[in-house]
């Protein structure tokens, strides 16, 4: 199902007429190459376990929803994504929402909270980042490699179609270059009111725990870190019974 925001059209894991309005809402923000797809079905085992609306989107450019309408983005692209993610929110009425974000989603999923806090319920991350470490940097210099060296490039076509080497090149070309090399969102983490529940894999690829540990002493709402051994940047697939668990939990007790 396609809604049109700021007349860009994003696709919806759902019709939007099935939402129930009277009841929460778990809004799951995908990661640098990801989409609606590739969350497999990680948000409807959530939903067997809690009879709350969920809901994904492909953010412009990704997947089926419209290309990008520009070539080049600036330090300010996470921060414009919450912006378009609170029209949506507002577009289908929805409240008491709860984000759950992977990644550059958990980057989104923060300043939300941050920007909008009176929306915003309460908020998952994994793997979130709120400043560039040369370990993000090396992981996404592995990930130009393999794109150029390996089957990736047809992996992703099947999800994003034509958008496929804009989707990659915004993606590293953004965070490698010089330009973006100081962006920080430490400064928005103060103004975070609500309960978070902040996951990491022990072995992130793309980061260190220093993240983990900058986002729970900033926040100002109940913050707690769930640092999961011997796994690396998706947790949600590489260990998903414990990130269910724990996600249910949380969910239950806002």
Excluded at 183 to 209: A, M
């Amino acid at each position: 199902m396609d809604i049109f925001i700021n007349t860009h059209r994003i696709r919806l894991s759902c019709d939007p007429e099935t939402l129930d309005t009277s009841k929460p809402t778990i809004i799951f923000l995908h990661d640098s190459l990801g989409c609606i797809e590739l969350w497999r079905d990680f948000p409807e085992k959530i939903k067997r376990r809690i009879d709350y609306n969920v809901l994904s989107y492909d953010r412009q450019g990704y997947g089926k929803s419209a290309p990008f309408s520009e070539n080049k983005r600036d330090k300010d692209y996470l921060k414009k994504e919450a912006d378009t993610l609170i029209q949506l929110i507002d577009h289908l009425r929805l409240n008491k929402i709860i984000l759950f974000g992977h990644s550059d989603g958990g980057s989104i999923a923060l300043l939300t909270a941050s920007l909008y806090p009176d929306k915003i319920s309460g908020i998952i991350t994994e793997g979130a980042h709120v400043f560039v470490e040369k370990e993000t940097l090396h992981g996404i210099r592995e990930a130009k490699l393999a794109y150029n060296t390996t089957n990736l490039r047809e992996k992703l076509t099947k999800y994003h179609s034509s958008n496929t080497d804009a989707v990659f090149t915004m993606w590293t070309e953004t965070w490698l270059s010089p330009t973006f090399a100081n962006w920080n969102i430490e400064d928005y983490l103060e103004r975070i009111t609500c309960p978070s529940l902040i996951i990491q894999g022990e072995k992130d690829e793309y980061g260190t725990l220093d993240q983990v540990t900058s986002i729970i002493t900033k926040t100002q709402g109940i913050s707690t870190a769930l640092i999961i051994p011997k796994i690396g940047h998706t947790p949600h697939k590489e260990a998903p019974n414990m990130v269910v668990e724990k996600t249910v939990d949380f969910v239950l007790s806002l």
